[in-house]
Structure formats: C-alpha cells, structure tokens
C-alpha cells in the first residue's frame, strides 16, 4: 500500500516530440493517496493507458517522476514495483488450479509454504472463491478469472496498488454490476490504492473515491463524482460525464448576465470581463433547466420528448443550438411555447473550454 | 542477447546449404573441383545460359509449374465446399470420413507409385500434368480441407443464419459473402497447396517420362560424370518460386500455422 | 451449440470423396490384388494367398528380414530426428522476435527450407557434405574426422539427420511460433509483474499454448519422416550397404526396381497399417486433448 505520485510526468512515444501533438500525455502532477481508490476516466485514446502502463512499469515516461512513497521508481522494471495489475481480458495461468494461481506471485517470490497457504486461504476468503480453489482455473467463468487475477495481487502483502485496465470489459452486463460492488467491497476491506482505468462513466463514478478524467493527453480534472457533476472543470468533462451531457452553449458574458442568441440568462455569480480572443460558452446541465411558462427563461422548440420511465429528457433548439432538458415523469411537456428556465447557481462560464471562476 | 546468438546460429545454419549452392552455380566445373572459395574467383553465368537455351530445362520448369498450378486449383474448389460441410453440419459418417481423408494425407508415397502408375497408364494419362496434378491431390486434397475447416469454424454461424435470412441463396451466400471471410484460410491453403505439390519428387517422376523439372534433374545427376555447376544452377532456379510464393503470403504464414493445421 | 444434423451436406463432401477415393481406392485394391499374387513374369499372375505376409513378418525370411531391418533404420531415424528438431524447434521459436523488421526476415528464411523441392534438397546436401567440393564436408574433413557419407555408416546417418533437421526444423518453429503468440502480450506482463522466473513463465504460459501444435508437429515430422524417401536416395541412395535404406526406398527399389509386384504390395500394405494405426493414435489423443477446450472457447465467445 503506497502514495502514488506523478511529478511534472510527460510521455511521448515519439523520439523527439515538438508539437504538442506529438504528446501522447502532457505534463502533469498528481498525487495519489494511500488506500484511495482511483479511476482514470476517458475516451479512447486520450492516454489513460499510457499512463497505467507508466504506472506499472510497462512505459518509462520521456520526462518526469514516478514516486511511491517518495521513493523514486521511474525507473524500475514492473516486477521491481511491487504491484498488481487486473487486464482487460482475463489472465489466468490456464493449467493451474485457482489455488495454484493465487499462490503464483507468492511461489516465485520464494515465500515459505505455511505462509503461502494462510495467504491464498485469506484472499481466497475475501473473493469469496474458498469452494473453488481446488478447480481447474480454465474452466471457469470470466468473472470469476477476474477475480483471481485481482486475487493474484492482493495476494501478495507487499502490493503497492491494484491497477485495473477497463476489468469488465468481457464480462456480462448483469455480472458487471455485482462484480464492481465486489470491488468496492475488497477494497475497503483490503485498504489497498486501486486505480481503475475506464471509459464507461457508470464504472468510474460507482467504483472511485476520486475521478480522473482524461482528454486529449491532459488530465482536465480530478475530483470526486459529485464536483464532477455539479461543476466540471472543462465542458469535456460536462459532455462526458452524465446522460444526457451538459449542454454548452456559445455566449457572451458581462457581470451577472450572460447572452445566448439575444436572449438573457442570470449567472448565480459575477464575472471578470474575458478576453475576447476566448471562446465564451456557458455550460447548463439539463438537471438544472426546468419547464417554465409566461416569458421567463429561454424560448426553445421542443423537437422529441424521450420518455425513460423515471423521467423525460427534452430534446429541444434554442435558434439552432439544440439544447436538452430533463423534467419529471408526471410533467407534460406542451408541443408550443416552451420556455426552460436555469438554476442561476448551477450554470458555468468557460472560456477556451476551461472553467471560468467568478 | 542469448536469444539473439542463438537465432543467429540457427539463421546462419538454414543459410549455408543454400549459400553454398548458390555460390556453386556461378563457378565453372574446374574451379569447383581444384578450388575451395567461399565466392566464385571466376563468376560465370555459363550454368545459368546453358539451362535458358536448353529447352528441355525450360520445358521441365513449364511442365512443373503447370501441374502444381492445376492440383492448387483442383483442391481448393473441391475443398472448400466439403470444408463448409465439416465445419457447419453433422451428417452420416462424418467423423470417419475426416479421418479417412486424413489417412490419405499420412499414406506413404511409396506406397502408392506404382498402382498410380497403372492406374493412370489405364486411363490414358500417363506422362500428362493432368496426372500429376490429380495424383496430388491425394495429400493436398485432405490437407487443404484441413486448413479451411479451421478459419471456417472461427466464422460465427450466425453469419450464415443471417444471410439466409435476407434472402442470399447458398451458392451466392458463399461466393459474395463466406469466401471473401475466410480469404486468408485460401491464401494459407493455397499456399500449403502449392507448396507440397512443388516438393513432391516420387509422383512427378513415376507418372512422367522425365517431364518434370524434379526429374531432369535427377536425370542430369546420373548422366555420365555430373556438370556440379549445371546442377547447382538448375537447383537455385527451382528455389525462386518457392521464395517467391513466401515473400507474397509472409503475412499469412503465421496465421496458418497459428490454427495448428498444416 | 451443437452442429445441426444435416445429410445433404454430403453432395458438398462429394468433390472431396470421389477425387481422393479415385487416387486412394482403386491402387488399394491393385495393391491387394497383388499381394496375394505371384508372378513369373510376362503378367501371368498365380495365387500366392497370404504367402507374401508370411515372408514379410519372418525376420528368418530373406524379405522379411530385409524389411524388418528397413522398419528399424525408419523408426530409429524417425526417433533421432525428433529428439532434435522438437527442442531445437520450441527453443528457436523461443528466441524468435516478436514484432518488428526482423520477423518477416526470421519467416521467410525459415520457411525456405520447406519449399525447396525434396530432390533439390537431396542435391544441396549432397555437394554440401561432399569432402571435395562441400563447404561442410571439407571443413569436418579438415579438422581430421574421417568424414565421407558414401562409404561410411556414420557420416552417411550423420549427414541424413542433419539435413532433416536443416529441412524441418524450422516447421516445428514456426507452429510453435504460431502458438506462442496466440498468447497476448498481457500474460508476459502479468507474469512479469507477478515476478516469475523466465522457466516459470515457460512452464505457466508458453507450454500450455505449445501443446496443441506440439501434437501436431510431431504427428507430422512423425509421419513425414516414417516415409521419407526422396532426400535420402538422392544423397546416399540408400548406403552404404543398407545403411541408410528405409521403408519406402527399400518399396520403390523392390515395386519399380525389381517390378516384385507381390512382394512390394505386401510391404506396402503392412507398411500403411503401421503408419494408420499410428495416425489414428495420434488423431484420438489430438480430438481429446481438443475436447475440453471447446466448451471454454464457445464460452468465452458469447462473454
């Protein structure tokens, strides 16, 4: 169990990056805490993997610092670093008992016998594998492999931190929800650092204590579910995070007002005037509009009214943009003369996509 | 480092032979004999013209191609609908038919050279490609079904189901859609196909009157006094279409073998 | 999911059943036929019974012995050739790269070997090991080994065994290669971080992956070397003496030499029974070893 950090960490696979293209992750510090539990959220390519593998071993970053509890291992080979990792697709030694799997790391390690067994025997407890340890490892289920890789690294007492790299991805839909609490579960009981890379929002956001989300090579930001959803720190993370996104719309702001295609929107805050080289947008999730009548709120055109059973989201065009909206299951959204209206608390500035504070 | 060395070593082994041969088909008769020299001191291309103006050489590698071409064809259009057979159905006897068929792949050559020889006297092919190339097909026909099994089963069958579904009709569903999935297991086929057929020296000697290019060679080995640099020559020539064939499917090689079924 | 049952998929097995039974079955009843013949010649045939497999089966008896001896020389050149080409097969594929330039270089000249016609490998193993002229022949003979694979049993096994291995070899490393990296690079990874010795990590993941293609590398070199025929002549030509005379040379000589029909069916049909009764040893372990793997393969497909 270790503090994980990552000082002034950048990595390009090319020789001699100049472009910031050319990056596949820019700088960045970061700081992982002890017995967190971390996921690395994004889309396909944005390097969260990139950043797993420099955490493993796998990749040695072009520049920057990788620490574990202050001790330097930028350097180090992966089997040097004392962690665990937990693939995409199951890794199991197919030939080998699940007991045999689990006392593998140990074996290789030179632990003594009795040790081995009472480990294999508490982690197998944990996983709630105990019945199975005498079976074949490749007869069974993919979640049940993905237990035992996850077990093959709590195994050892020594681990720093269990890296995931997107573990549910062959797993059944139905198995993918009890496996992820199971998660959850290992890790308060195992107090181990996990991080968890992934790019289903669901997954990051139930697993983590704490959400890093990637775009682009650049970590946009850190936060725990509930900051990322009330006030995203990019419109990236706005689009990225929650169903539907937020939706962001270009305006112009002054003071404690802003103005989207002549009409007026109250900002909960007051604002420096932005340099007018930005692009200004105001960000709004559709939580935070409601219905309203009369002549308060923005005038909208409601093209579909999707119903999900719980509630409707409101498909809709403000003068073009298309712009959505939730409202309750009982509320009935009229064909003509909608109007939303916005939590002026709950609406953000961005400027070049980054969060503008007041 | 080791694994490098070791290659290397391996590499180098697989090279020599083939090297040596080369370097023997630019010397001349006396430089071979008197002289031991890694490069030929005196490089002559006479080897090489005597085989391009002899049109008895010309014709073998003409005659020998022809028939590995034919027996390539042969078995893969017969292969592949028997291949779809094993692959999607349960029917009478299929398992022993497999294995029968398997049998003839693992039959000894020997065996067989003389009663081809009658039977192809008997039905009046003798000395033709025809009776090469059919004669051929008894290890290539199996192997060929063999290797086309094995990308068939990793084709989905509800790739199938569908196609029914939308109407295709199953000569026009495994023209237009199943055979352009499995192209890199009739590349792989086709490859093994030609290879085998191209090696085989007993058949194409026994059903020929010294026709094929295997065979003029042995001929010219046991002519009076052998021509070292003319055999030599003619060897290196039979090697370019085989290295020819693995330069084009080099990428293929590894996904054949990687379904075990050569 | 079980294959459906589906009879008429026979006229699709058709092309297939009639080509190989036109090669395979008529020549059998040929080579029946004849053994239980004898002939004096000018095709005037007589009942001989199972005389013929008499003789073949008494090693008192001038054929018998003479084939029991060619089946010896078979089986222990099958054996040899397989003590060598399976390790230095599996180690090679060990050592082969990965990715990069250099595997389309380590394929093709791998694959050389086995598409240089079998008589052109006989010819360039002939000069190679000649003492005049052979680059190999010359220098052994030069470090002062009396060397010469005409007239000496031991370099004339010497130089067949080698040139076997020159020739094969290299099939049981690319299948193995094949197997080796059906295994994704994930497992290297988790071994590594998982601290396991290089032996472990063959023992853990590299030999589970081989031991599929293993089985069929070695049925195939076990077959293929059973009945080789045509290096061998080419080289020694059977010699010196007997020395080098295997099954099939040894049928050739008696079938096409000699025209003994009788004798050489005879041979060739107790000759095929032995290589059969292996094959389908083989074929039954191969389908059983293949038999658990097909419920967890249809498994993990559907997860």
Known sequence: ?358 | MSRRVILTAYLVFLMLPIYWLINMSFKDNTEITNTMSLFPLHPTLKNYGEIFTNVTWYRGFQFSLTYVVLNTLISLAVALPAAYAFSRYRFLGDKHLFFWLLTNRMAPPAVFALPFFNLYSAVGLFDTSWAVALAHCIFNVPLAVWILEGFMSGVPREIDETAYLDGYSFPRFFVRIFIPLIANGIGVAAFFCFMFSWVELLFSRTLTNNQSISSIMTRTVSAAGIDWGLLAAAGVLTLIPGALVIWFVRDYIAKGFALGRV | MEKPLNNRAWFLVMPVALIVAFNAILPLMTVVNYSVQDTFGNNQFFWNGTGWFKDLLDPNAELGGRFLAALGRNVSFSLIILSIEVPLGILVSLCMPKKGPGVAACLVIMALPLLVPWNVVGTIWQIFARTDIGLLGWTVSHLGINYNYTNEFFSAWFTIILMDVWHWTSLIALLCYAGLKSSPDAFYQAARIDGASRWSVFRAIELPKLNRVLLIGVLLRFMDSFMIYTEPFVVTGGGPGNSTTGVSIDLVKIALGQFDLGKAAAMSIVYNLIILSTCWVFYTVMTNVDAPDRPRDAKDGAL
């Open chain 1, 1 to 358: 169990m270790a503090r994980l950090e990552l000082r002034d960490l950048s990595h390009s696979y090319k020789p001699n990056p100049v472009e910031p293209a050319d990056w596949a992750l820019k700088p960045m510090t970061m700081i992982w805490e002890d017995g967190g539990a971390y996921a690395l959220l994004g889309p396909s390519g944005c390097g969260k993997t990139s950043l797993l593998n420099i955490l493993s071993g796998l990749v040695i970053p072009s520049r920057g610092k990788v620490l574990f509890d202050d001790v330097d291992v930028t350097t180090l080979p992966t089997e040097q670093r004392n962690i665990a990792q937990v693939f995409q697709f199951p890794v199991i030694y197919d030939t080998m008992t699940v007991e045999q799997n689990l006392a593998f790391p140990l074996r290789n390690r030179g632990v003594e016998p009795a040790k081995i067994d009472a480990r294999v025997k508490e982690v197998a407890a944990m996983l709630e594998l105990t019945g199975d340890l005498k079976r074949k490892a490749s007869g069974l289920t993919a979640d049940m492999k993905q237990k035992i890789s996850l077990g093959r690294g709590l195994v050892r007492e020594d681990v720093r931190a269990v890296l995931f790299d997107e573990p549910l991805t062959v797993i059944d839909p139905h198995l993918k929800w009890q496996l992820r609490a199971e998660l959850k579960r290992v890790h308060r009981q195992s107090k181990t650092t996990m991080v968890y890379v992934t790019h289903d929002q669901t997954e990051a956001l139930t697993f983590a204590d704490k959400v890093v989300v990637m775009y682009d090579g650049d970590v946009v930001q850190v936060g725990t579910p509930q900051q990322l959803f009330e006030e995203p720190a990019h419109t990236f993370v706005g689009h990225f995070i929650g169903s539907p996104g937020m939706n962001v719309l270009p305006a112009s702001v002054a003071g404690g007002v802003a103005h989207i295609k002549g009409n007026e929107i109250l900002l909960g805050r007051s604002y420096q005037p932005i340099d007018s080289a930005k692009r200004v947008e105001i960000g709004v999730r559709p939580e935070f509009l409601r219905l309203g009548s009369g002549t308060e709120g923005l005038p909208v055109t409601v093209k579909r009214v999707e119903d999900t059973g719980r509630q409707k989201i409101i498909r809709a065009e403000l003068d073009g943009l298309p712009i959505a909206a939730l409202a309750h299951e009982d509320e009935t959204v009229p064909a003509s003369g909608v109007r939303l209206i916005a939590d002026p608390a709950r609406v953000h500035v961005y400027a070049d996509g980054q969060l503008v504070r007041a």
